[in-house]
């Protein structure tokens, strides 16, 4: 074995005994960033406020709505800037409903956005460590749950559908939010979608890593509510 496989294998078995112990603690961003180094520099796109990065957002979504698309990056030549690095300024968790396409509905391009997408928009471990490498190594500033009108994972859960497979590992992340909506007027199935919007937002703020971005007014986390008849994007929460 040569040199350079050793330190290889070394790097990756020190990342992942990193991983292991390290994340889900008080880590600094700046450790996270040392231990996923980007190999090249990428577009800073992402030097702006958490404020401003919503803002970004949602004023793209306006422009969906009102059919005024820029499309912005999505060209060869911003294929060729963001081929050697990202640098996303928003991340988006979100439902995996073919019907809410993050990159249109925000009106974003290439290496914008940073997108986790799980039926029922929900912040499991995976997605969640996702979340933690966008925010504190790619320097994402703004996370946005974002839940839609009608979800399928939402209804079933809402229903206590019984689902083969691993469906129902979706439906039992969904479950502990239902509390939330009961007895509330209104339409059910929208009051409890929203109610797991608020839950799945609170559940990544508990995360160390996201927790301390937060605390250092470094990022912020929101719920978004998409309307699939208008294109709309209501905040939640």
């Known amino acids: 074995m040569n040199n350079s496989s050793l330190t290889s294998k070394v790097s990756r078995r020190r990342m992942l005994q990193f991983g292991a ?22 577009i800073a796109q992402n030097s702006i406020t958490p404020d401003q990065a919503l803002r970004q957002l949602m004023e793209g979504n306006r422009r969906f709505v009102a059919q005024k698309r820029k499309s912005p990056n999505q060209d060869v030549v911003r294929l060729t800037e963001v081929a050697s690095g990202q640098k996303p300024f928003a991340a988006i968790l979100g439902c995996a409903d073919s019907r809410v396409p993050s990159e249109i509905v925000f009106d974003q391009g290439l290496g914008d956005l940073f ?32 839940g839609h009108e009608r979800c399928g994972a939402v209804d079933a859960a809402l ?12 439906l039992d992340a969904i479950r502990p939010s239902l509390a939330n909506a009961k007895n509330l007027p209104g339409d059910a199935l929208e009051n409890a979608a929203k109610a797991n919007i608020t839950y ?22 929101v719920g978004g509510y998409y309307d699939l008849d208008k294109g709309t994007v209501a905040l939640v929460g």
């Open 159 to 170: 229903k206590g559908a019984s689902v083969p497979g691993q469906i129902g590992s979706l």
């Open 21 to 42: 112990g390290a994340v889900g603690t008080s880590v600094a961003a700046s450790t996270l960033g040392q231990v996923f180094a980007p190999t090249a520099p990428a």
């Open 115 to 146: 997108v986790c997408r799980i039926a029922g928009n929900i912040a499991v471990t995976e997605e969640i460590g996702s979340l933690e490498f966008g925010a504190a190594v790619l320097g994402t500033k703004v996370i946005m749950v974002m």
């Open 200 to 221: 799945q937002v609170e559940k990544l703020k508990k995360s160390p890593v996201l927790a301390e971005l937060i605390t250092a007014g470094k990022l912020k986390i």
